[in-house]
């Protein structure tokens, strides 16, 4: 069978293509459109896909969306009633946004793609979140936890997957939390108050975090209260989400909290106002995670299993995830490398092959590369046009020159074979650099990544030896897979280490397999013989504000605009001619 | 002619503020709509161009951003909602929209050359009623100077790759420009239609609906809530 699967409209647009039950691509909108967190209709990655595999649309089984429009469309309506009169203002706006496209999704993929109705199915958000997270998972049973915003109602949702003997799969969702109780929505509130982006920049709160000391979980506890059954509540009275989409906060969560941060300032973390931010984001992070843990104890506590799949956007906070592998019982905690709304796509089309269509359950490959590949021919071609320095090498002289560049302390913008789905670089298309000391992650933030100092800076290490540098405890190198988990850097290492050691001491590891990125492991230990140290610093190939990159010439013009040393595409090397490797090799 | 309207737009310090945010917000965007021109197109020489002119668009949003930044401390706090009149002093590029990855070459030349026309035509006009304030008057005349680069080069290089039918190309943008801001003025007036019919529409039908919701959210409880076997069928959209 051939399945589309398709998320679109809301934040991070993408399509995947499943045949016979196993993935054949996916990708996101923002990496072919190049508009970060692109929400429009995913076309040019349902184009990429279906060219990708060899489908023409008429030969697709099915097309099925994410989410249903309609019952998301009867959440927005419901709410407006529910805040009449205060919604007049957002009510104009949100009818526009709902009738003008997103409720007639079956209509639009019918005229797009040419494909009867009835072929054009619709999981539950959530839904697509869990399968997201448990079809791709290495697990035959496991207990199912998925949290983000909101989907259609939910907001949260608990069950349970298996695999069963016969070769078919089941998912059962038990229980939900509905809007506009929210675990994300809480998140999102104080990433709003902290002056960043929300559904982009919780990452960042997540940061701040680190830098603050949770003075303040009493007050945030005032917001979100536990219910009787083990749920959670939020007081309304602190929040204007669900009310307007113009803020998220209430006159009475400033009285609380104070003035909000300005978007514009820098936060200085040397001021007082500085360390009340950071106080305000440790203390939301603390009390996002106790919730968390609570709800995932129950879980095992319910479903005795030891394997527990994470879905939704909430799961890319690795220090909640590694908090619940550690907290909560569970032996294993599996983590998608998407996902948040863009790794609907595939759930909702492995959802509809194993539960609607009832095929046979297939491995899916443990790997997060489905999107286009990269061409050293093509980075080859642009970069002598502009009379670049360009070396192409067999495999091992590449990676020793590499490595060689790398321990020199050069930066290497590393793009190789298919590109990551989801919001992780993890090795084709990453910036790489010597993790050694903190100047280097300055320079990374003030040079290359155009970025907060108070950012931090990812590890990669070859998982065999991710031990001797990292605590990972039982079930984190499955979590450091997919650099899903945030884990303690051991003592001893953390001046060797220090461009990726948090100011807390924390890193969020990368712990790789040779299998899932044979030349990125290879470089490691090439490094490693170079340096002692097999670990690199490794952080997404974009600048600040712009999508990862995908084709070569998209990693050649953020070469030419940012301090990176060294460009990779394949086979080929490009040597910036004003960086100091240059004038090394010239000698 | 319409400088003093402009002096009393920017006398404002709130407004001033808002206005240099916005315009960076344009140049950054600019930026990578050019950026993506050197992405695509497959003239070697018209890459290099798009690049530097990227990079330029890029630091002047950079620029804006910082001199706002510098304004904002000055600003006394208010919630109050304001008239920043964005589409009587609009940015760079204005409202134009680009889907670049439409655009041949030499349209996307003619394009920039009549952005880089009209906001230079602006920016002068700005930096003029900005006299009172050196360090914004300082941050216009900078990117004057890079935007006299940008028209030139695009004009000369739209010669270069259509030497025949430049000035064609040239007067089809003017139109294209002509034809954009109607339909975004049409668009504005219905837009406007709209949400007052939908306002109209919210107290004249919604309050007893709004009477049951309200009710209805009452008599729910927080919590879990059991999810019904209805769930499974995919083949609904609510």
């Known amino acids: 069978m051939k399945i589309l699967g398709i998320s679109a409209h809301y934040h991070d647009s993408a399509a995947a293509l499943v045949v016979d039950g196993v993935p054949v691509c996916a990708v996101q909108e923002e990496r072919l459109s190049r508009r970060k967190n692109d929400a429009a209709f995913p076309l040019a990655a349902i184009e990429w896909c279906l060219e990708r595999g060899g489908v023409e649309p008429a030969a697709l089984d099915a097309v099925v969306f994410y989410e249903r429009p309609m019952l998301k469309f009867d959440r927005i309506l419901t709410c407006a009633l529910r805040a009449f009169p205060q919604s007049w203002r957002s009510f104009p706006h949100a009818m526009r946004s709902s009738l003008g496209e997103k409720v007639w999704v079956r209509g639009i993929i019918s005229s797009y793609l040419d494909v009867p109705a009835k072929k054009i199915l619709f999981t539950r958000h959530h839904q697509s979140h869990a399968a997201a997270a448990f079809l791709t998972a290495p697990t035959r049973r496991a207990a199912i936890l998925t949290t983000d915003g909101v989907g259609e109602w939910a907001t949260l949702t608990v069950g349970r997957g298996e695999r069963h003997d016969d070769g078919s799969a089941a998912i059962t969702l038990l229980r939900e939390i509905r809007y506009p109780h929210s675990l994300g929505m809480l998140y999102s509130t104080f990433t709003a108050y902290l002056g960043f982006s929300v559904n982009e920049d919780e990452y960042k709160v997540m940061g701040l975090a680190a830098y603050g000391r949770p003075t303040m979980v009493d007050k945030v506890r005032r917001l979100i209260r536990s219910t009787p059954d083990g749920a959670f509540a939020l007081d309304l009275d602190y929040f204007d989400f669900h009310t307007t989409a113009a803020r998220s906060f209430s006159s009475r969560f400033v009285d609380v909290f104070g003035p909000p941060r300005n978007r514009y300032e820098s936060i200085d973390l040397d001021t007082d106002e500085g360390q009340r931010f950071a106080d305000c984001a440790a203390s939301v992070q603390r009390v996002l995670e106790d919730t968390l843990i609570g709800i995932a104890r129950m879980l095992h506590a319910e479903t005795g299993l030891s394997d527990l799949c994470l879905g939704g956007g909430v799961a890319l906070n690795g220090v909640a995830n590694a908090r619940v592998l550690a907290e909560a019982g569970f032996e294993r905690v599996f983590v998608p490398p998407a996902p948040g709304d863009a790794g609907c796509a595939l759930g909702a089309a492995l959802y509809a092959d194993r539960i609607h269509f009832r095929n046979p359950d297939r491995e899916v490959p443990d790997h997060p590369f489905w999107g286009p590949d990269v061409s050293g021919t093509e980075l080859a071609r642009v970069a002598q046009e502009d009379g670049q320095r360009v070396d192409r090498f067999d495999d091992d002289a590449l990676i020793d020159g590499i490595a060689d560049d790398l321990a020199s302390g050069g930066v290497v913008g590393w793009m190789d074979g298919a590109l990551e789905l989801g919001p992780r670089a993890l090795g084709h298309r990453s910036i790489l650099a010597s993790p050694a000391s903190r100047e280097m992650r300055d320079r990374l933030n003030r040079d290359i990544k155009f970025r907060d100092e108070f950012r931090p800076f990812a590890p990669v290490v070859p998982s065999p030896v991710a031990d001797r540098y990292f605590e990972l405890p039982p079930g984190g190198a499955r979590l450091a897979r997919f650099m899903s988990g945030v884990f303690n850097v051991r003592p001893e290492w953390r001046e060797r280490l220090g461009a990726i050691t948090h100011v807390d001491g924390t890193a969020r590891v990368q712990a790789l397999d040779r299998e899932m990125a044979p030349r990125l492991y290879a470089l490691l230990e090439a490094y490693g013989r170079r340096t002692g140290v097999p670990v690199l610093l490794n952080t997404s190939f974009n600048l600040s504000g712009e999508p990862i990159v995908n084709r070569a010439v998209e990693g050649y013009s953020t070469f030419l605009r940012c301090g990176i040393d060294v460009l990779v595409a394949g086979d080929t090397r490009v040597l910036k001619r004003t960086s100091v490797l240059a004038s090394r090799v010239e000698s | ?238």
């Open chain 2, 1 to 238: 002619m319409l400088a003093p309207l402009h002096r009393w737009i920017w006398r404002d310090d709130e407004r001033r503020v808002h206005k240099l945010i916005r315009f960076g917000e344009t140049e950054t965007d600019g930026g990578r709509d050019i950026l993506r021109a050197a992405e695509v197109t497959t003239d070697p020489l018209l890459r290099r161009l798009y690049l530097v002119h990227a990079i330029d668009e890029l630091r002047h949003g950079m620029l804006f951003r910082r001199r706002a930044a510098s304004l904002l401390p000055s600003l006394r706090a208010s919630t109050k909602r304001r008239f920043y009149a964005d589409w009587i002093a609009p940015g760079g590029h204005g409202a134009d929209d680009l889907e670049v990855g439409d655009e041949t070459d030499d349209s996307m030349l003619a394009f920039l050359h009549l952005s880089e026309k009209a906001a230079a035509s602006r920016f002068t006009v700005y930096r003029d009623v900005l006299a009172d304030d050196g360090p914004t008057c300082a941050v216009f005349d900078e990117i004057l100077h890079d935007e006299t680069f940008h028209m030139n080069y695009t004009l000369v290089q739209l010669a270069r790759v259509s030497p025949q039918h430049h000035k064609r190309r040239l007067w089809r943008a003017r139109l294209s420009r002509l034809w954009k801001a109607y339909l975004r003025v049409a668009m504005a007036i219905a837009s406007v239609l709209g949400g007052l019919l939908l306002i109209v529409q919210y107290f004249v039908l919604l309050p007893p609906f709004a009477w049951l919701a309200k009710r209805a959210a009452r008599r729910e409880t927080a919590g879990w809530v059991a999810i019904s076997s209805d769930h499974d069928s995919i083949t609904r959209q609510y």
